[in-house]
């Protein structure tokens, strides 16, 4: 009820303030900041193409030249269709974008099937299944024969399930996919078993549910989608993990990048207060057991993200005890940092941005721009409006902008290294047959080997106990 309160406060608020936040929106969009021609990149083709219907629809592709770019650009019609957003409409206004993204209600026929998946310390994260129409009411597991690809996505670390979250399950299974929303500790429901939650950049959780994912899905692909400050959670799972992540491709929209810069400036005033209420009220139902853990009177007196952030996870418990994990504000973020371990990312990434982002900040300090203009497997779509998780406009359909974006780019990347891989067969293939009696006394199999799994699987789960429920 608070949330919803909240909400019409800051709705009459923009109401009263539009003409300024429509001459705000304005300003933003005649300052924009396009890639650098000091070099020919793959974005120059649809750059050329926006250029010539304005800037205001600028959508560009920043990445490092390559193969893989290349075919994107040529399979993905997305990148090079500009966001036709009318100046006379409410969609110009960032903060009105952000609001509709996140909070705007949506008749939507999905539902969900929740699995409780119990971890390794007997913490509990929540697994929500998405299905549609009258097959919820069914008590219905995924059937590990299935070859559907599995879309898992990470919401915002405050564990808001947003509109953006539910357009994008709904788009996801009108494309085939799976779609499953990995929920964290204590967040969207999920009960606190255990005296800890979990850390902004710590994909331990995170580890143990796409193991799961992958042991109840085994035929299937498994691709990565996250929002806004849950790419933190995502990024550092990819650069943990490395080759051995089993996601395919991800995707973030609205990536917050520097996240300690973040937390110690906050978003504008409205929204910087509407995420620190959002957040006390999520934690105060756990208030009594969290006294053991951390000081609760100055998590919730606490004025700003970080303070809040600094009370959880930087400080003693009430009783005067060390908690693990905990250090200065510093160490915490070397711990912490979603681009800690970036360059050990070994599958292709989207990040899908708005210059005129009210909740990231100027593009141009919060940016990581030399990621994606060196680092390959990185590819940044920056469009010159649609907000924080917004990116609607007034001639959509039934999928969002940037959900159409993130979906082709999976099928895109998904159908290049199938036809890699098709090639390098075809290549062995004629060299075996070239070889003529080289090879006639050995046993030799051209069909690639599957990765053998490091770990035991059995070894971490007892799947005889109950661990979903």
Same mark, same amino acid.
């Given at each position: ?90 969609? #110009?206004?960032?903060?009105?974008? !952000? ?51 599995? /879309? ?57 549910? #796409? ?45 917050? =990048? ?29 208030? !009594?057991? /969290?006294?053991?853990?951390?000081? !609760? ?54 990040? #899908? ?24 497997? =990185? =590819?940044? /779509? ?31 990347? !998904? ?55």
């Amino acid at each position: 009820m608070l949330e919803w309160i909240g909400t019409v406060c800051f709705l009459i608020l923009m109401a009263i303030l539009w003409p300024v936040v429509k001459c705000f929106g304005a300003a933003s969009h005649s300052t924009l900041l396009l890639p650098r021609r000091d070099s020919k990149r793959p974005g120059d083709r649809c750059d050329s193409k926006l250029e010539e219907q304005g800037e205001s629809a600028a959508v560009a592709l920043i990445c490092k030249p390559s193969a893989l770019a290349n075919y994107l650009l040529k399979h993905c019609m997305t990148f090079c269709k500009s966001l036709s957003i009318p100046s006379w409409t409410w969609r #110009v206004s960032s903060s009105l974008q !952000t609001v509709f993204g996140a909070l705007w209600p949506v008749e939507c026929p999905v539902h969900f099937i929740r699995d409780h998946l119990q971890l390794s310390d007997d913490g509990l994260v929540a697994l929500d299944w998405a299905v549609v129409g009258a097959a919820h009411h069914k008590r219905r597991r995924t059937s590990s024969n299935s070859t559907s690809p599995v /879309l898992l996505i990470i919401p915002n670390s405050f564990g808001k399930i947003t509109r953006n979250v539910l357009k994008l399950c709904e788009a996801a299974l009108s494309h085939g996919y799976l779609p499953v929303i990995f929920n964290r500790r204590s967040q969207n429901g999920t009960p606190l078993s255990t005296i800890r939650l979990q850390q902004f950049g710590d994909p331990t959780d995170l580890r143990e549910a #796409v193991r799961y994912i992958r042991y109840r899905q085994p035929a299937g692909q498994i691709y990565a989608v996250s929002e806004s400050t849950g790419s933190g959670l995502l990024l550092s799972y990819l650069g943990e993990c490395g080759s051995s992540s089993y996601v395919t491709a991800a995707a973030c929209l609205s990536p917050i =990048f520097r996240c300690q810069s973040w937390f110690e400036s906050g978003p504008s005033w409205p929204f910087h207060w509407a995420l620190l209420l959002y957040q006390k009220i999520c934690l105060s139902r756990y208030k !009594t057991v /969290l006294g053991e853990l951390v000081h !609760t009177d100055s998590v919730f007196s606490s004025c700003s993200l970080k303070e809040m952030e600094e009370a959880l996870f930087c400080h003693f418990s009430s009783k005067g005890v060390p908690v693990e994990g905990t250090g200065s504000w510093e160490a915490y973020w070397e711990r912490n940092d979603p681009l800690r371990d970036i360059d050990e990312v070994a599958i292709p990434v989207l990040c #899908v941005c708005s210059q005129d982002d009210p909740i990231r900040g100027d593009p141009r300090t919060t940016l990581p721009l030399e990621l994606f203009e060196n680092n390959p497997h =990185f =590819f940044l /779509l920056l469009t010159a409006c649609g907000g924080h998780c917004g990116f609607s406009t007034s001639d959509e359909g039934p999928v969002v902008w940037s959900h159409q974006a993130l979906l082709e780019f999976f099928r895109a990347t !998904t159908d290049f290294f199938a036809a890699e891989e098709r090639a390098k067969l075809g290549a062995r293939r004629r060299g075996l047959s070239g070889a003529g009696k080289t090879f006639r006394h050995r046993s030799v199999s051209t069909c690639k080997r599957l990765p053998v799994c490091s770990h035991n699987i059995h070894a971490i789960y007892n799947w005889q106990r109950s661990y979903t429920r």
